[in-house]
């Protein structure tokens, strides 16, 4: 059975458990940036991405490699939610327009761009979906989850909560192939929260 | 000339947050599009930003974008060509 999560927030990333990285009292692009050198990622898009992006890009990283090569391109579903949206690259966006309007902001004004990376880096086609909810709903998630799983629309899914707004980053992704409880899942979600 | 590329170097590793490269890392007729640097579409505008922004210039035809943008050699070249004294 495929289970494993990944936590970002804190300054901390998180696997299954286990930090993997972690930066005191940094603003948050620069500890991404150190994250993806540290980690020893390489794939140089990274740098454009916001920061959306950049957090989904790394947990997706590290959640996916635990399946490389064991699945075909539209058989992995990505569930994405959070509270703020791109508000924090909309206001980023905003900013420039009072001078310049960045094309290179303006396309991450969506929250479902972090997914699009994630399908590129992957080669991914198959269902996505990105819910916009006030808090991480455990319930929901694991239920429409259950539902592409158990539909044999997907055969692994990438799902969670990835919520950032200026210095405050939470990310919980979990890559799964079966049912998992939403009881387990909220639990999952609120650890590491210190 | 050899100042000004330099300087759009460092200005399309800026702009474009290209921060794996350095400046030397681009040669002066390397496609910036494509198999060279590997720009893409908004990329492209990000240039047409940096010409207006840094050098009052402002793309009159975009049709012209491709020939303009083919590497940092042809941008100097336009800039020499087009910036107003």
């Known amino acids: 059975m495929t289970d494993f999560y990944c936590i970002i927030r804190n300054n901390k990333i998180v696997k299954d458990g286990v930090v993997l990285f972690e930066q005191e009292n940094k603003p948050d692009n620069d500890f991404l940036t150190e994250a993806y050198d540290k980690l020893g990622i390489s794939y140089p898009k990274f740098y454009k991405m916001d920061r959306l992006s950049k957090l989904g890009f790394i947990a997706a990283e590290l959640l996916l490699s635990t399946i490389q090569g064991k699945y075909q391109a539209d058989e992995l579903a990505i569930v994405l939610s959070n509270s703020n949206s791109s508000l924090d690259t909309d206001l980023r966006f905003w900013d420039s327009v009072k001078t310049q309007a960045s094309p290179s902001l303006f396309v991450y004004t969506l929250p479902n761009i972090v997914i699009g990376e994630i399908c590129i880096r992957h080669g991914i086609k198959g269902e996505n979906l990105f819910f916009v909810s006030p808090q991480f709903d455990s319930d929901w998630i694991s239920s429409y989850v259950d539902m592409l799983l158990v539909g044999k629309k997907a055969k692994f899914c990438l799902a969670g909560w990835i919520d950032i707004l200026a210095d405050r980053a939470d990310v919980f992704l979990y890559l799964t192939d079966k049912s998992i409880s939403s009881s387990k899942i909220s639990e999952r979600y609120h650890s590491w929260n210190n | ?85």
């Open chain 2, 1 to 85: 000339m050899e100042q000004l590329t330099l300087n759009l170097k460092k200005q399309i590793i800026e702009v474009l947050n290209l921060k794996h490269l350095r400046p030397e890392d681009i040669v002066n007729d390397q496609p910036l599009f494509g198999d060279g640097l590997g720009l893409d579409s908004i990329d492209a505008l990000e240039l047409i930003v940096l010409l207006q922004q840094q050098y009052s210039i402002r793309l009159a035809d975009p049709q012209e974008g491709p020939k303009i943008f083919k590497s940092v050699n042809t941008m100097a070249e336009y800039i020499k060509a087009n910036q107003k004294p």
